[in-house]
């Protein structure tokens, strides 16, 4: 049966083009656009399986459409050179694939498709178009689906007329309605000034079109009668110009479009000159005049069977063999995830167990007691995950050998998409259906039954076992066997731990803080209100604009597309202007605490257990810190004492027992210290002298005793810029100072810590050279647009280059603590539990008996974490609530 595929060229290299990182080859040619293109191309191939194929392309800048208004897409900017040289280049590319293409003077690339689908749906063809461009749901039918990129041009949405009724409640062809009263930006289609979508959908649900809408303008009210009245011409228009012309006089046919495969020689020429390895690896695609590859890569056979047909000697017997298992749970919290059930693959065979199975003691005790054997290893995908999911069910996983998700976070932590079907296509093998196309998702998400859901845990189980090998080797080749085996994944079953224990709330404290807080800003509500003159809706960025910048005339700082900008950048630069601009600021702030921390936590609070349980990312941050959901106790705001109190409600869940914090101090100045050698800081730590105080005497020039707080407030700001490669336009900014100061305070604190400045130099052109820089336990972070030709991309890449191992040290160096202080409290078993760790704060509660132990092994252990050329220090402190332990 024939299925075609159309391409929107244009829509898709623009999106691959904003949301690939800057690449370039060896010859300084872009390519991050074509690149991304071309993983989304080689999806479609191994997922759609395409009989016949076109990729559309606008032909030039006017079309038929500027013949009845010329500033039709005049609101554009002009395509980025670095977006411009790869056009002729993926036009060269698709030629390698055999893939047709196709364009026309006069016609944009949504017309020629539009011509095309419209032919294939006359013959009842199955088809799928491509693009990044909403406008296209207007062509879905019966037999034409509508993928729209999403996350870039990684996933795909799709869209039949049933969905596009689902989520709009219009029929394919009323989205030209909607763009019709909406308009689009993006185009120059004007629409109806201050009708947006929430608008014109209500307006298309009761009227049914733009002309329905015309017709009716008497049974309109108010400002919407007058806009609609005002605007009837521009809405006629701009429905015109959102049409897609669907009779295109094309010279190409189904027989010009039909798809037989690429040539595997010349696609893979065309990957060498573009230094496509990944891609060359992916496809096993010939070496230089060698055989010919033949496509993707072959689905792999296994038989799979469930528990009840295997019989307990024989499921004994391939758990004792297993080489992966796949624990699949839905949900992002895996406090409350629903487990769906798992897989385990030997060899040829995958045995599958649902939840009901892992339910059933009879079925599956053989499971249950090899889950919670911790000499059984365990390799699989996102375990820490299920671990806890598992955990809440009362079955343990212990043994976990390798993780799948972790290797490919370590291989490269700058990768947005680690589903384990992405990890499958990245590295070559035979794909395995998405989650979404399974269970679906939101309102229609449902787990399958029988064979559906057996099939797709099996193929997970077997894809973890195809990527294990080529994942470790790549630890191997990348030196960081040793990051994964002795930190990474310890950690992870350290953070499951944690993450199980929680920690107690006590929510009278929530409450008490949370009235006082309604008073606070009832209080700065009414003060505003009294300064301004009137009554407004402080949280609406209109109205607050209107007010700051008309009203009381204060200077604009920014402008933004809606209208005046009323960020917090702005407002702090308006601070000294006016008083008001003060109490929004504290207004803002205090109705953050109410509603994200106080609200926010009473929410979380497990009734099962009176505490919260909160979710550690590991492969979230780039430099290799922790990340925490559901809730995030990283970011309880402690500048403000309101902030700093919500830290009251955090008690031990035991009577009578403390909370010890502990915090490593300046940690990323003393490895700074370390990394760049540098003789005057290094003297700093080792002497334990105030770093900020001594870098003031050394840059002013004067003794501790002349050193004023001025001094050494500027001096803190330039020690700590420094690790996040700060210019003087950043320092300016941060002391309140001129650009030429900051750049004068600057070359003399390099002059002085020269050490300092040969490290930031010498980082730069080493990043340069390998494309990467590690951490002192061989992290890696990859940089490829630290080659970049553009400026803005290749500064960012330098500042990253010199902050990124001082980060990232310094965050291996607290999961080296905690993986080692975990180990010492059941080494000596001790009844102290860890419980949170924030950025460079570990959080404990502690018996009474075992406080002053705690107090001086906590410290011991982190200080010793790793050898430094300067010592670690970190501070203790306790109380009766996490509050008092600061």
């Known amino acids: 049966m024939d299925k075609w595929v159309l391409i929107d060229g244009n829509s898709i290299i623009y999106r691959a083009f904003f949301a690939m990182p800057p690449l370039t080859n060896s010859a300084g040619l872009h390519t991050n656009a074509v690149y991304g293109f071309t993983t989304m191309l080689l999806k479609l191939l191994e997922e759609e399986k395409p009989t016949h194929m076109l990729v559309a392309f606008d032909a030039g800048k006017v079309t038929f459409r500027h013949e009845g208004y010329e500033a039709y897409k005049g609101g554009r900017e002009k395509t980025p050179s670095e977006l411009s040289e790869q056009f002729p280049v993926l036009k060269e590319l698709l030629q390698a694939f055999s893939i047709p293409q ?39 039918s019966d037999h034409v689906t509508i993928a729209l990129t999403r996350k870039g041009v990684s996933e795909v949405e799709r869209y039949d007329p049933a969905e596009i009724n689902e989520k709009y409640g219009l029929t394919p062809l009323q989205i030209i309605d909607l763009k019709g009263l909406m308009g689009d930006t993006s185009d120059n289609i004007p629409g109806i000034p201050g009708v947006g979508e929430k608008t014109a959908l209500k307006l298309l649900h009761e009227y049914g079109s733009v002309e329905g809408v015309l017709a009716n303008t008497a049974a309109l009210k108010g400002k919407m009668k007058e806009k609609v ?72 056979t296994y038989e799979v069977a469930t528990a009840a047909s295997l019989g307990r000697s024989e499921l004994t017997q391939l758990l004792a063999s297993s080489e992966s298992v796949y624990i699949e749970t839905i949900g992002d919290n895996p406090h409350q995830a629903r487990l769906v059930g798992l897989a385990v693959a030997s060899g040829e065979r995958v045995a599958v167990l649902t939840y009901d199975d892992l339910m059933d003691p009879a079925l599956s005790a053989p499971v249950r007691g090899w889950l919670e054997d911790g000499q059984a290893p365990k390799r699989g995908y996102d375990l820490h995950k299920a671990e806890l999911a598992l955990g809440w069910l009362g079955i343990s996983l212990r043994g976990i050998a390798f993780d799948a998700l972790l290797a490919a976070y370590l291989l490269d932590p700058t990768e947005s998409s680690q589903t384990l079907a992405a990890l499958v296509q990245r590295h070559g093998l035979a794909p395995i259906q998405t989650d979404d196309a399974v269970y679906g998702k939101g309102a229609r998400l449902q787990v399958p039954e029988g064979a559906v859901l057996a099939n797709h845990l099996a193929a997970k189980a077997d894809a973890v076992r195809r990527l294990l090998p080529l994942l470790s080797e790549a630890l191997e080749q990348g030196n960081m066997t040793k990051l994964n085996d002795e930190l990474e994944l310890p950690l992870a079953v350290v953070l499951a731990g944690m993450e199980k224990q929680g920690i107690q709330v006590n929510p009278a404290v929530l409450e008490d803080l949370g009235a006082e807080l309604e008073k606070g800003i009832s209080q700065y509500m009414s003060d505003i209100y009294t300064h301004a003159g009137m009554e407004f809706n402080i949280g609406s960025p209109k109205q607050l604009g209107e007010v700051l910048f008309e009203k009381l005339g204060l200077p604009v700082i920014k402008k933004t597309k809606t209208g005046y900008s009323t960020d917090a950048e702005v407002l702090e630069k308006l601070e000294p202007y006016s008083e008001i601009v003060k109490m929004i600021l504290h207004y803002r702030q205090l109705t953050k605490l109410q509603s994200t921390y106080v609200e926010g936590l009473l929410k979380e609070i497990r009734r099962d257990t009176g505490k919260v349980h909160t979710y550690y990312r590991q492969t979230i941050a780039a430099t290799g810190r922790l990340s925490s959901q559901f809730p995030n106790l990283q970011n309880i705001p402690i500048r403000l004492e309101e902030g700093r109190r919500i830290r009251k409600a955090f008690v031990p869940s035991e009577p009578g027992w403390s909370i010890l914090a502990a915090d490593y101090s300046q940690i990323e100045l003393r490895v700074l210290a370390h990394i760049s050698g540098d003789e005057k800081m290094k003297e700093a730590f080792i002497e334990d002298a105030d770093i900020h105080t001594k870098t003031a005497m050394d840059v002013f020039g004067v003794t501790a005793d002349n050193v004023d707080a001025n001094m050494r407030r500027q001096a803190k700001a330039v020690n700590f810029g420094i690790v996040y490669g700060i210019s003087d336009f950043g320092l300016s900014n941060n002391l309140g100072i001129t650009r030429k100061d900051a750049a004068r305070f600057i070359e003399q604190y390099f002059a002085v810590f020269q050490g300092v400045r040969a490290y930031m130099d010498n980082i730069v052109a080493q990043a340069r050279q390998d494309g990467y820089v590690t951490t002192l336990l061989e992290r890696r972070r990859y940089l490829p647009e630290i080659k970049a030709s553009n400026f803005n991309l290749r500064s960012f890449a330098e500042r990253t280059a010199m902050n990124t191992p001082i980060q990232g040290t310094a965050a291996d160096i607290i999961k080296l603590a905690m993986v080692k202080m975990d180990a010492e409290i059941r080494n000596r078993g001790l009844r102290s539990r860890m419980l949170l760790q924030v950025h460079d704060e570990l959080v404990f509660e502690v018996p009474p008996e075992e406080l002053e132990l705690m107090k001086t092994l906590v410290p011991e252990v982190m200080e010793s974490a790793i050898a430094l050329d300067v010592p670690l220090r970190a501070d203790v402190s306790y109380g009766d609530n996490w509050y008092e332990a600061k």
């Open 229 to 300: 009245e005002t605007h009837q011409d521009s809405a006629v228009m701009s429905k015109r110009l959102a049409t897609i012309f669907r009779e295109v006089p094309l010279e190409k046919g189904a027989a010009e479009l039909t798809y037989g495969g690429y040539d595997a020689h010349a696609l893979a020429d065309m990957f060498r000159k573009l230094e496509f390895k990944s891609l060359l690896e992916r496809l096993e695609l010939p070496e230089a005049g060698g055989a010919a590859a033949g496509g993707p890569a072959a689905a792999p």
């Open 102 to 140: 196709y364009e026309l003077p006069g016609y944009e690339a949504d017309d020629i498709i539009g011509t095309l689908s419209r032919m294939a749906d006359e013959q009842g063809v199955e088809t799928v178009v491509v693009s990044g461009d909403k406008d296209m749901l207007q062509l879905a």
